[in-house]
Each structure stands twice: as structure tokens, then as C-alpha cells.
């Protein structure tokens, strides 16, 4: 190992040093990213400066300028609120555009290793789980902003006491109250604009700034329970104003025809008060169910938001909320497409693979997750499971496992396994496709592939979390075999299961089938830890053969959609492009001919009509986006080649059979199996920063919140206590936590 981790890394061209040429230079990229950061600070800061003088005036110059204009006030707060999110998602997509389908830019990192923002762990324990320097600065932002605006606020609320004609110290603090109740709201809305943002699945937006979807999902947590914090401060302050003035029943049920109308307040804030209690992480673990049906509250929260504040202030939020319709339109018409499974395997330990049919032209990350729907067990719920195959695997398919844990899980293998008893030889199990009817959403996940960035990989896995390293460990070796970009030279696997039953999974991946050799170019190292047996079983060496796979013949050519954000990239642009254009053109032509000849001035009547517009631009320009996108989608797969569909199966079978478990003894790489044994992460890590010297070494952790808690802490320790030319340990999770 010492001889090959002393060479040049595997496979790097000294041309360019993985630097790939794209259809671009450079710096047309960098560019755009550059414009993308200046936009977003620029906003950020019109947000801090928005309590002072300076903000206010600036507000209102604004208003004044676009008074009397088709688009009147809203117009002004679409401006400053939400034209800058659609400006960096739109020149993301052009950079995404223009940076074209070609491999990933994978280059040789600058001499020595070098700390990265976003992949050093700060925090470690505690109510936000890991947390990154990167998320650790956006954290602290954001706590500032809201210290910053409720004192600068305070001060201005004390001010305006003088301005109202309120007698006696009661009317004084009621009217003070009610004050800070506006402030608290004010504030909420700043919060609802990012809080859609991270939701949206395949939003080109993650896609251009490479936030993937598991990740954003934290930070969609975070921020709902901050703006339901202020939102509830909100409606409190006002609610103890009230009843200190003896108008609290009068107030709560008041309807506004000019002005802010209570009821419709009332209303959404107690949809958002149920998804928050019940997205608490007690209640939440406890009865997920729960959690998902009373998350469709969305709707009513949204809806009756904008009947509360009007067309102008829900503009504030309009931007984030819009991205997400348009995100949820598209994944309704993904879900709709029942999708072939291909095979489906049990294995002893309780854990099913699936092997699922895609079209060619969908491509997806390593890395990367689906929900899947198994409509004979339920048609609402969707369960997101990460991809244990790589893209290099087959063009038409694609695998992941699934560990039975709850009752979804264990009826899909009892369904299987009925299926598997129905079976006999003259008729295959599957042959009509009817007894289990998928639908997936996806694929999401990270726009690169990062783990080919390193050179030096340490992959931790806690049962089931061996998945995506599967996916991982199959695509490097693909990359080496045929000679695609891959900076990987040394990886070590750490794998924590329960029982030795899960030992099998390991062989879903036929390394040498991948890559003949890859031992001569590739240090490959696996760890493994039965944490509840003592000692090997009684047949050591032999490990249990998952059942035969239950192959579908009667392929019926059904792939999944390739209607997804994070498909053709050109397509899903146009989609959000398009939409946007059509949200202006139909909000103007309703002011032309409705709301100004009208002369329609209710509040509550024009947000209705906002949500209206939002939802008509998405139905029509964008509908007319996704027919077109369906058609090239329908064309483009007639022209793939066709696959004979015996031939299909007797692949999959091939590969299947290939695949199971070989004596350990015959592996072409170290593998420790210990028994009775946890990982000592501070000895593992220890020794092979030593062994692999000063260098950058990615760390990717899959597994348990505890899991994640203990190698995050040992990476930190061991960045911190660096001395000299020793290696940094980059953090990164692949987990998706709900």
C-alpha cells in the first residue's frame, strides 16, 4: 500500500490534471457565479438595513416609482423582494446550461491540504445536529438579522407611541404590544422568503449553487421553526392587545375589506401551529404518518396568508413560494408514470433490492436518492431511498435497497415474497407487472459527484448506509476502468451491522466484473463490525445467499418519467423561464383588464387573485413547457436502441447470480471482519492519516444521527489537533433525516 499511495493519482492526465475543458472558458463561469454571490449579498444585505432610515427611504423611493404604474405597489415589492431570486435562478441556468453534459471537472487540488468552509464540522451536538463552518456562518447571520431588526424595530415602535392618541399606561402597552406583534410579522415574512426555497426538490436553484436535496431539507427544519416562532410572537402580541383593550373575540373574527384581515390570519397561522407541533421531532418519530398528512396544510397556510396580508405583502415571500409550485407541478406530473421494477431480491437480513427502469437520456449522481410510491400499499405515501448503483451500471436502470424497519417496508416484502411463492416455472413471478405498481420521483441529489474529487476516501456506513456506497464504490471503479475522470487511489470502508447476515450486501457489486484488477490501481480497504455477535458463525466464511431475484420478463417498456428538475437541464430551465414570463404577463393583463377598470381595491380579493395568477402561469405557460418536454422526452426514447426484453432479464439475472456472496479469502482487498466490536474512530482515523500523509481526506458518513454525531467529532478533534503536514479530514453526510 505504502508503493501506490507514493505515486501520482489514478488515472491523472498531466495535460490539464482533470481540469476537463467545458463548452465554456472558465471564466464566462466564474462570471456568472461571481454576478449569482453579488446579487444574493446585495440582497441579504437590503434585509439588514431595511429597520433603519436608510432602508425605510429606500422602500419607499421604490413605491413612489412604480405608483401609477400596471403593476402599482406590488410591482415594487416584487422588485426588491423577489426579482433578486429569480435573477440568480435564472443565471444559474444559464451557467448550468452552458456548462453543457460534458464529464465533471475533477482536478488535481494545490499542493498540500487545505481547510474548506462547508466540510468542517463546528457543531457537533446539539438541537442542529452537525453543522459545517459554512452553516454555522448562515446560522449566525441569521440570528443577528433577527436581534438586529427586533431592537432597531423596539426602538422604533417606542417612537411611534407619541404619534397615537393612546391615554393611560393599559392603551399605551396595547398599543405597544400590537406594534411588536406587526414587527414579529414583518420579520416572519423576511424568514418565509427562504423558507420554499430548500423544498423544492429539483429546483434549478439548488441545482446551480450544488445544494442537494437531503441537505436543504435541514435547513427547510431550521427555518420552519424560526418562522413559526415569529409567527406565533405574531398573532400572541396581538392577541394579549386585544384582550387588554376588550376587543379579542371582535378582532379575532374581523374581516378587512382595506387593511390586514384578521380571520384569514387566524386561520393560516393554526394550520402552521398543526405542522409545527406535529413536525416536532418527538411527535414526528412517533407517528410519521402524522406528520405527512398535516404537512399538506401548506395549502390552506399559504392561501389564507395571502387573503390576510394582501396581494403587495405576500409578494415579500412570492418569489420562494412560486419556485415551489412550480416544482410541485412537475413532480405531480413525474408521479402519475407507473414505472417497471425490473428485479426484486430479499436478502436473509431483511433488506430488498429493487432494480428499476429509467429511460437513457436520465441521468443521475452516484449520490443520488428517489421517493418511491408502491401505490398496493399506499397511494399517499412516498419514502426517499438512496441509490445503491451507479450511472455507469446500465443506462436503463437503476438499484436501491431497502431495509424493512416499519410497516411500508415489511408489506413490500411481504408482497414480494407472496409473489415469490406464487411463483413456478412456467410462469415468472412479475410476468404481468400488476401485483406491485411503482412510481418514483426523482432522482435528486448533488449536479457533481464529488467523492471522484478525492483522492483519499474514508466511507462510513451503518447498516442499511451502505447503500449509497455501493453506488459509490461501483462508480470509481467504472471511472478507472474506462478512463473517465477519478482522483480516488485509496478508500477505506467502515462498516458498522448488527448481525452477520448483512454481509451479503456487500456483493450486490461485482468488483471485478467492473474492473478486472482494480486491486493494481485502486487500495481498497473494508472494516467490518458485527456489533451483536461475539464471534464468526459456526461456518465461517460461508454467509447466507439472498433468494433468487424475481425477474419481470414481461417488461412493458414503462421507465420513469424524465419530467424531474434535475433532468435535461435545458428543459427544466425553459419550464421555470417560461412559467416566471407567463406569471408577468398574466398578472398584467388582469390588472389591464379586471383589477383597474374594476377598480377592485380589497386586500384580502387581491391576493386571491396573486395566488390565482400563480397558479394559472404554472397551469398554462408552464403546462405547455411540460407537453413539449414530454413529446422530445417520448421522442428521444423511440430513438434509444431497442433492448430485447429476455435479453434485459437474462443481464439482470447474469449480474444477480454474479454477484453472490464469494469467500471472503478470494477478495482482491483487505477486509477486517471484527466481532462484538464498535468503531474506534480516533485510532481508525489516527493511523491512516499517518499512512496516507498530508493530504485532503474526504470523510462521508451514512447512518444514524449518533453515527454521524461521532465521526463528525473525530474529524473536528483531529482538524483541530493538526500539527505540520498531517492530513484534514473533510466532513461530508449523506443522510436523509426527517
Known amino acids: 500500500m505504502g508503493e501506490l499511495s507514493s505515486q501520482e493519482p489514478l488515472l491523472l492526465k498531466k495535460e490539464n490534471e482533470f481540469n476537463y475543458l467545458k463548452k465554456i472558458p472558465l471564466l464566462v463561469s466564474s462570471t456568472i457565479k461571481g454576478i449569482m454571490w453579488a446579487i444574493f449579498i446585495a440582497w441579504a444585505a437590503f434585509f439588514f438595513v431595511l429597520p433603519t432610515e436608510f432602508g425605510r427611504e429606500l422602500q419607499h423611493k421604490t413605491i413612489r416609482a412604480t405608483n401609477g404604474t400596471l403593476f402599482g405597489t406590488t410591482g415594487s415589492t416584487f422588485l426588491l423582494f423577489s426579482f433578486p431570486v429569480f435573477m440568480i435562478a435564472f443565471l444559474g441556468i444559464i451557467r448550468l446550461v452552458l456548462s453543457g453534459e460534458d464529464e465533471p471537472q475533477v482536478k488535481k487540488t494545490a499542493k498540500g491540504p487545505k481547510f474548506r468552509l462547508w466540510t468542517f464540522p463546528v457543531l457537533v451536538d446539539g438541537p442542529f445536529g452537525v453543522v459545517t463552518a459554512t452553516e454555522m456562518i448562515g446560522v449566525i447571520l ?54 420554499f426555497l430548500p423544498v423544492a426538490r429539483g429546483s434549478v436553484l439548488l441545482r446551480a449553487i450544488d445544494i442537494p436535496f437531503e441537505h436543504a431539507t435541514r435547513y427547510h427544519v431550521w427555518l420552519g421553526h424560526l418562522t413559526m416562532a415569529l409567527f406565533t410572537l405574531h398573532g400572541l402580541f396581538y392577541v394579549i392587545g386585544w384582550a387588554m383593550r376588550g376587543r379579542l373575540v371582535e378582532e379575532l373574527v374581523d374581516w378587512k375589506n382595506v387593511g390586514v384581515a384578521n380571520l384569514p390570519g387566524v386561520i393560516s397561522l393554526a394550520a402552521g401551529l398543526l405542522m409545527w407541533v406535529t413536525s416536532l421531532p418527538g411527535l414526528r418519530r412517533k407517528n410519521f404518518e402524522l406528520f405527512f398528512y398535516t404537512h399538506q396544510l401548506y395549502v390552506v397556510f399559504v392561501v389564507f396568508l395571502a387573503l390576510h396580508v394582501g396581494d403587495f405583502i405576500f409578494m415579500m415571500a412570492g418569489a420562494g413560494i412560486f419556485l415551489f409550485m412550480l416544482d410541485r407541478f412537475l413532480r405531480f406530473f413525474q408521479s402519475r408514470k407507473t414505472v417497471d421494477i425490473l428485479s426484486a431480491t430479499c436478502f436473509p437480513c431483511g433488506t430488498v433490492e429493487l432494480v428499476i427502469s429509467k429511460p437513457a437520456n436520465l441521468d443521475y449522481n452516484a449520490l443520488g436518492w428517489i421517493f418511491l410510491q408502491i401505490r398496493e400499499l399506499s397511494w399517499l405515501q412516498w419514502h426517499p431511498f438512496s441509490v445503491s448503483s451507479s450511472p455507469l451500471d446500465g443506462k436503463q436502470h437503476l438499484a436501491i435497497l431497502i431495509k424493512v424497519l416499519g410497516d411500508w417496508t415489511e408489506k413490500l416484502k411481504g408482497n414480494i415474497l407472496n409473489l415469490s411463492v406464487e411463483q413456478s416455472e412456467t410462469e415468472p413471478l412479475l410476468q404481468h407487472n400488476r401485483k406491485i405498481t411503482a412510481s418514483v420521483e426523482g432522482p435528486y441529489g448533488h449536479e457533481s459527484p464529488y467523492h471522484l474529487t478525492y483522492e483519499n476516501l474514508i466511507l462510513v456506513a451503518g447498516g442499511i448506509g451502505i447503500s449509497p456506497f455501493l453506488a459509490i464504490l461501483s462508480d470509481i471503479l467504472h471511472h478507472i476502468n474506462d478512463g473517465k475522470p477519478c482522483l480516488s487511489r485509496n478508500i477505506l470502508i467502515v462498516w458498522a451491522i448488527k448481525n452477520s447476515d448483512e454481509l451479503p450486501l456487500l456483493d450486490t457489486v461485482d468488483m471485478e466484473a467492473i474492473c478486472p484488477l482494480f486491486s493494481d490501481k485502486l487500495n481498497l480497504e473494508l472494516q467490518t463490525f458485527v456489533t451483536r455477535e461475539s464471534q464468526p458463525p459456526l461456518e465461517e466464511g460461508k454467509t447466507p445467499k439472498a433468494m433468487q431475484p424475481s425477474i419481470s420478463p414481461g417488461f412493458k417498456g414503462c421507465r420513469m418519467s424524465g419530467l424531474v428538475g434535475t433532468g435535461n437541464i435545458v428543459w427544466s430551465g425553459l419550464y421555470v423561464v417560461v412559467s416566471t414570463i407567463g406569471l408577468v404577463i398574466t398578472t398584467a393583463s388582469l390588472n389591464i383588464f379586471y383589477v383597474n377598470p374594476f377598480n377592485v381595491y380589497y386586500w384580502w380579493y387581491k391576493g386571491l387573485l396573486l395566488i390565482g395568477c400563480m397558479a394559472a402561469s404554472i397551469l398554462i405557460f408552464g403546462g405547455l413547457v411540460i407537453a413539449l ?12 436502441e431497442p433492448e430485447d426484453d429476455t435479453k434485459k432479464v437474462d443481464i439482470l439475472q447474469h449480474q444477480n447470480e454474479a454477484s453472490l456472496p464469494k469467500s471472503f479469502g478470494e477478495a482482491r482487498f483487505v477486509n477486517n471482519i471484527r466481532y462484538g466490536q464498535r468503531p474506534d474512530f480516533q485510532e481508525i482515523f489516527g493511523s491512516h492519516a499517518k499512512s496516507w500523509g498530508s493530504v485532503d481526506i474526504g470523510v462521508i458518513v451514512c447512518g444514524p444521527p449518533t453515527l454521524q454525531t461521532s465521526v463528525a467529532k473525530e474529524c473536528r478533534r483531529q482538524n483541530l489537533q493538526r500539527r505540520g503536514h498531517q492530513a484534514i479530514f473533510h466532513f461530508n453526510s449523506h443522510s436523509f433525516d426527517l
Not at 433577527?146 to 393611560?168: C, E, P, R
Not at 418536454?629 to 434509444?640: A, Q, V
Request: aromatic share 16%; charged share 20%; net charge neutral.
Open 142 to 195: 441569521f440570528s443577528v438579522y433577527i436581534v438586529w431588526a427586533v431592537i432597531m424595530y423596539t426602538i422604533q415602535n417606542v417612537d411611534l407611541l407619541s404619534l397615537f392618541d393612546a391615554h393611560g399606561m393599559k392603551e399605551k402597552s396595547a398599543l405597544l404590544l400590537e406594534l411588536t406583534g406587526l414587527r414579529f410579522g414583518f420579520i416572519g415574512l423576511i424568514c418565509l422568503a427562504f423558507l
Open 629 to 640: 418536454w414530454h413529446l422530445w422526452e417520448r421522442k428521444t426514447s423511440s430513438k434509444e
